[in-house]
T-cell receptor
Framework: EAQVTQNPRYLITVTGKKLTVTCSQNMNHEYMSWYRQDPGLGLRQIYYSMNVEVTDKGDVPEGYKVSRKEKRNFPLILESPSPNQTSLYFCASGKRYQETQYFGPGTRLLVL | AQSVSQHNHHVILSEAASLELGCNYS??????LFWYVQYPGQHLQLLLKYFSGDPLVKGIKGFEAEFIKSKFSFNLRKPSVQWSDTAEYFCAVTTGSSNTGKLIFGQGTTLQVKP
């Protein structure tokens, strides 16, 4: 089944404890992206990747890192999480940029 | 800055009522337009999209949307809603000038359908 998977789905952590949210797609998509969803703000792009080893900042990249070593994986790294990073995170992928993006199930993160 | 505006934040309808959700975007060039739906506790699913061609687009589950270029609008419609349509609906745009592939989302509209 074609899909985007994320792990974990739910995470509670404390300020400053490094964490990684994994994202994987099995559709051989070139483009991958991370968004965060906050009430009243819709979804905002954090980082995106046009292809392997090609990543760039979106609208709200502060406090996040990403890497794209393989085509299928695009992990989101929070080196030192803070409470303002409490949010719902979605990974998405598309065949190429500008084309339809398909979303993962989301990761709900609470930073205490 | 490019933006997407959804006029209705919360809509309550009875089953069988007709639905229209407004979406306007601020960009004068080429756009790709999308409506996504997020059912409670689930991820975003694509309802329909418009890239080019017939401005009246049909999607899944009986939804349709009309692209009106002169009004910068892409309103979502359904003739008769069901209780199972209760969800949050997001309009989103990618623009021709973007080299990031970023989807610009509206704030979302929560639809509650009463049985």
């Amino acid at each position: 089944e074609a899909q985007v998977t994320q792990n974990p789905r739910y995470l509670i952590t404390v300020t400053g404890k490094k964490l990684t949210v994994t994202c994987s797609q099995n559709m051989n998509h070139e483009y991958m992206s991370w968004y965060r969803q906050d009430p009243g703000l819709g979804l905002r792009q954090i980082y995106y990747s046009m292809n392997v080893e090609v990543t760039d900042k979106g609208d709200v990249p502060e406090g996040y890192k990403v890497s794209r070593k393989e085509k299928r994986n695009f992990p989101l790294i929070l080196e030192s999480p803070s409470p303002n990073q409490t949010s719902l995170y979605f990974c998405a992928s598309g065949k190429r940029y500008q084309e339809t993006q398909y979303f993962g199930p989301g990761t709900r993160l609470l930073v205490l | 800055a490019q933006s997407v505006s959804q006029h209705n934040h919360h809509v309550i309808l009875s089953e069988a009522a007709s639905l229209e959700l407004g979406c306007n975007y601020s960009y004068g060039g080429t756009v790709n337009l999308f409506w996504y739906v997020q059912y409670p506790g689930q991820h975003l699913q694509l309802l329909l999209k418009y890239f080019s061609g017939d401005p009246l687009v049909k999607g899944i589950k009986g939804f349709e949307a009309e692209f009106i270029k002169s009004k910068f609008s892409f309103n979502l419609r359904k003739p008769s809603v069901q209780w199972s349509d209760t969800a949050e609906y997001f309009c989103a745009v990618t623009t021709g000038s973007s080299n990031t592939g970023k989807l610009i989302f509206g704030q979302g509209t929560t639809l509650q359908v009463k049985p």
